[in-house]
C-alpha cells in the first residue's frame, strides 16, 4: 500500500521546487476536483494556495498556484 505514506506529497514538491528553479519558470499551477482533499492537501504542503475555482465537468476544480518569490507581485503572461 502507497497510499498515506508521503510520496504524492514527495514527488510533488520535487517537480515544483524543480519547476520554480528554472529561471523562465515564475508560477506553478495545479487543479484537483472539490470532493479530492487528499490532493488538495498535498498541494497545500508543497506550498500551492488555492486561488480559484472553474466548473468542469467532473464537477468543481478547485485553482492552487505557487508563484516564485521574487515573480509573486508580477503579473503573469498568458502563455505561462
Known amino acids: 500500500e502507497s497510499q498515506r505514506r508521503g510520496f504524492a506529497t514527495e514527488a510533488t514538491r520535487a517537480c515544483v521546487e524543480w519547476a520554480l528553479a528554472e529561471g523562465r519558470v515564475r508560477a506553478v499551477r495545479a487543479v484537483t ?3 479530492n482533499v487528499a490532493s488538495q492537501k498535498v498541494l497545500e504542503r508543497c506550498g500551492l494556495c488555492r ?3 472553474r466548473d468542469s465537468p467532473i464537477g468543481d476544480l ?3 498556484e505557487r508563484r516564485r518569490a ?3 507581485d508580477a503579473p503573469l503572461r498568458a502563455s505561462l
Request: glycine fraction near 8%; proline fraction near 8%; avoid cysteine.
Open 62 to 64: 478547485w485553482e492552487y
Open 33 to 35: 476536483p472539490r470532493w
Open 70 to 72: 521574487e515573480a509573486a
Open 51 to 53: 486561488v480559484g475555482m
